[in-house]
């Protein structure tokens, strides 16, 4: 049976997508709601914050409790817990009584659900797929963040036309269709021992020591963490190239979406690569390529080519994430998984105001041309790193190699 005949996988796919494009939907909604509002830009920005700030202040506590509750119960509860906060926005619309405060408050509230369902879903996944499927499993995440990447924004303008409120009524019905796909599931969501006491010390570093500890795994998200650095900030480094060379808004749009498309071919391809080359060589081709593609934005490109460049790139960085997250799952104790995906996804928030920041600073001292050299420089090192890293090639600790294709 390969990864699309099981029912429980199927209504877990399901499920990750409705959610995955609904928070995609709520990252612009959001803003456009406080803007329309209030007016104000920074409302705006507040509203942005209260969602992803959780995802770096709770992820660590949050990855304890994975461990030790039952994910079944964390994962309805998050989802339910969103579909009440969300359902008052237009309520509250309808009623006159929506305020900036409230849309902060609805924010916060589903940026806590958020972290919570998010690291839930990963931690519980070897639960649901045979180990043979993990490679798989974890490129379809992949495939579905991007699929949401390219299919939320323009939802949630097209709703936001139609009425202010709009996408919220669409994101809290999306919040119960997961509820529900996660009831369904038939498959035990929590490992087989029992949990270990709480020990909230120990439990607040497990992750950071576990990467740290394992020689394959730190390499792995050193490379992911140190490679996200540049690709913060590449929207604007895109936009900013694309508008000085001529493109217009709509050809800012379709560069956009070329690069979406780029990242969910490479999720899809990622499985096949690692299985037929294996992973030290995967990750090699896939800095190698990053360096050669990278500096061609300083080229002057049209804005297909330039499309064309990032989708390259896009692919690249999906197979680094999915080598990641298929060994971290088939390569650590599935009943720490909650507490080591929690410490990944706090180095993966972490990383964005710094990479954001640092890509507005270059742009500003060196101009967009100079900051494409530097961010290739970066990705010269990390190429250096991957080819030569003794850690790559460390024995996987017991991890599987066998890696599967959907």
């Known amino acids: 049976m390969n990864l699309w005949g099981s029912r429980d996988y199927r209504l877990w796919w399901l499920g990750n997508l409705v959610s995955t494009v609904g928070t995609a939907m709520s990252l612009i909604a959001y803003p456009l709601l406080v803007l329309h509002v209030t007016g104000s830009a920074l409302g705006a920005g507040i509203a942005a914050a209260c969602e992803v700030g959780p995802y770096a202040l709770l992820s660590l506590p949050v990855g304890a409790l994975v461990d030790r509750l039952p994910r079944r119960a964390l994962l309805i509860a998050a989802s339910l817990t969103s579909l009440a906060a969300t359902g008052t926005i237009p309520l509250a619309h309808g009623f006159g009584l929506l305020t900036s405060y409230l849309i902060y408050g609805v924010a916060l509230v589903n940026g806590c659900a958020g972290v919570v369902f998010s690291i839930t879903q990963v931690a519980a996944l070897p639960r649901i797929v045979p180990e043979d499927w993990l490679g ?157 593609l990278f500096p061609l934005l300083a080229l002057g490109l049209a804005p297909v080519w330039v499309g064309l460049v990032w989708a390259g790139l896009s692919v690249a960085i999906s197979m680094m994430n999915v080598i990641q997250m298929r060994y971290m799952l088939t390569g650590m104790p599935e009943d720490e998984l909650g507490r080591i995906q929690a410490f990944v996804t706090l180095l993966s928030y972490a990383v964005l105001p710094v990479g954001t920041l640092g890509t507005g600073a270059l742009i500003a001292w060196l101009g967009p041309h100079g900051t494409v050299l530097v961010d290739t420089a970066l990705m010269l090192v990390l190429a250096v790193y991957g080819t030569v890293s003794r850690d790559l090639r460390a024995a996987p600790d017991g991890a599987s190699v066998a890696v599967s294709a959907c």
């Open 136 to 292: 798989a499993a974890a490129g379809q995440s992949e495939v579905i963040w991007n699929l949401a990447s390219i299919l939320g924004p323009p939802l949630a303008g097209l709703l936001i036309t139609r009425s202010a409120t709009g996408p919220f009524v669409v994101d809290a019905l999306s919040f119960g269709v997961v509820a529900c796909c996660v009831a369904l599931v038939r498959a035990r969501l929590n490992a087989e021992a029992p949990p270990a006491p709480v020990d909230w010390r120990a439990d607040l570093t497990l992750g950071a020591h576990r990467v740290a500890t394992n020689r394959r795994l730190r390499a792995l998200t050193l490379i992911t963490v140190a490679g996200d650095l540049p690709f913060a900030g590449i929207a604007i480094l895109i936009t900013l190239l694309v508008r000085r060379d001529g493109g217009s808004p709509t050809g800012t749009g379709v560069v956009f979406a070329i690069a979406a498309a780029g990242g969910v071919l490479g999720a899809l391809l990622a499985p096949r690569i690692e299985r037929h080359i294996g992973l030290v060589a995967a990750v090699v081709l896939r800095g190698w390529a990053t360096v050669a």
